[in-house]
């Protein structure tokens, strides 16, 4: 039985991804960041003629979570329009890595079906990584 957030956030994924701005790519990616009250956030990715100034659905997402001013990712859906999973690249890794806890979990979707086909922390996606804690 699939969790009813996790499905709703994945729905939200897909909606958005069609928001997408890819002329480049034509790669579509939506995500969804449930914060620890459970308010959802959405970001599609943006693409731009200077490829370098790009930014990733999970970005944009967490970018909209923390302007509302929430600090903590309970859990982030992400799905891209390709057959392929859309893994996080290293920068969203890193960008996802601020705002979790080690409970925080990493949803992996299927944009055809909405289905959760992988799910991780984000140890396992950015092991040993730097953070708040090297400058505290
Ligand atoms: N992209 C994301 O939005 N998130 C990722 O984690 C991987 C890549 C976007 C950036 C670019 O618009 C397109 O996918 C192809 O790299």
Do not use: W
């Not at 499905?7 to 995500?31: C, D, F, T, W």
């Not at 923390?66 to 893994?87: N, Q």
């Not at 925080?104 to 984000?122: G, P, R």
């Amino acid at each position: 039985m699939p969790d009813p957030q996790i499905a709703l956030m994945a729905k939200k994924a897909r909606e958005i991804m069609h928001n997408a701005y890819a002329p480049y790519s034509h790669y579509q990616v939506g995500a969804c960041v449930a914060a620890e009250d459970d308010s959802l956030f959405v970001g599609c990715n943006i693409e731009n003629a200077s490829f370098r100034l790009t930014s990733c659905a999970e970005a944009a997402a967490i970018s909209a979570m923390v302007v509302a001013g929430k600090k903590r990712i309970k859990s982030i859906v992400i799905m891209g329009s390709g057959t392929e999973l859309c893994a996080p690249c290293g920068a969203c890794r890193q960008t996802i890595r601020e705002f979790a806890t080690s409970n925080t979990k990493i949803y992996l979707c299927d944009s055809a079906t909405c289905e959760v086909c992988k799910v991780f922390t984000i140890e396992q996606l950015l092991p040993n990584s730097f953070g708040p804690q090297h400058l505290e």
